[in-house]
């Protein structure tokens, strides 16, 4: 059982950073992938970033690859998401999911946070 909680979501203007911490509970964190996802107003998730168990080998969404990047530290059992150069369209609730597959699709995931809100103004 993984328990994920995410944290420093706000309001930040379009070229502006955010950082967003999941932090977990539970001794399989390190075993597992983990993954950023979010979903804007009257849209579906979507997939915005992934890592491996061992921190390897990131995966990007088109939309923000060279803008985010997912990173974690398995002594603290927290993954992180610094998000730089944010725009508009970035606007959405940010999601930190934990799964033994991984990928960019959600099924990939067993375990979702409840999410943080992310509003980028213009």
């Known amino acids: 059982q993984v328990q994920l909680i995410e944290s420093g979501g706000g309001l930040v203007q379009a070229g502006g950073s955010l950082r967003l911490s999941c932090a977990a509970s539970g001794r399989t964190f390190s075993s597992n992938a983990m993954g950023w996802f979010r979903q804007a107003p009257g849209k579906e998730r979507e997939f915005a970033a992934a890592?491996?168990?061992?921190?390897?080998?990131?995966l990007y969404a088109d939309s923000v690859k060279g803008r985010f990047t997912i990173s974690r530290d398995n002594a603290k059992n927290t993954v992180y998401l610094q998000m730089n150069s944010l725009k508009p369209e970035d606007t959405a609730v940010y999601y930190c999911?934990?799964?033994?597959?991984?990928?960019?699709?959600?099924?990939?995931?067993?375990?979702w946070g409840l999410g943080t809100q992310v509003t980028v103004s213009s």
């Open positions: 999911a934990a799964g033994s597959a991984g990928g960019t699709s959600a099924h990939g995931y067993l375990y």
């Open positions: 890592i491996t168990w061992r921190g390897g080998r990131p």
